[in-house]
Nanobody, 111 residues
């Protein structure tokens, strides 16, 4: 079982930036891809993006060009850099190494 812990959430104004971190343990992170998901109040969980073992990335259309996923295999960590944030980005953000999920970190975009 993989243990995942997100951090870095908070309150930010529209147009601002946040960087989320996901620390992984219990796995050789180099062998894993990692996904980011989010869930807004009253909405279904939404896929945000993925970083593959190779380091290649893929993103949902809603965040493409604004969000960037990266990884540090030596630190067993992945990151979600979020720029140009919008109120509709408000959600709990989760990192996932299937089938294991982190506990989530709240991101609130509001003036």
């Amino acid at each position: 079982q993989v243990q995942l812990a997100e951090s870095g959430g908070g309150l930010v104004q529209p147009g601002g930036s946040l960087r989320l971190s996901c620390a992984a343990s219990g796995t050789d992170f180099r062998r894993s891809g990692m996904d980011w998901y989010r869930q807004a109040p009253g909405k279904q969980r939404e896929w945000v993006g993925k970083i593959f073992r190779s380091g290649n990335t893929a993103y949902a259309d809603s965040v493409k060009g604004r969000f960037t996923i990266s990884r540090d295999n030596a630190e067993n960590a992945a990151y979600l850099q979020m720029n140009s944030l919008k109120p509709e980005d408000t959600a709990v953000y989760y990192c996932v190494v299937f089938p294991d999920w982190g506990q989530g970190t709240q991101v609130t975009v509001s003036s």
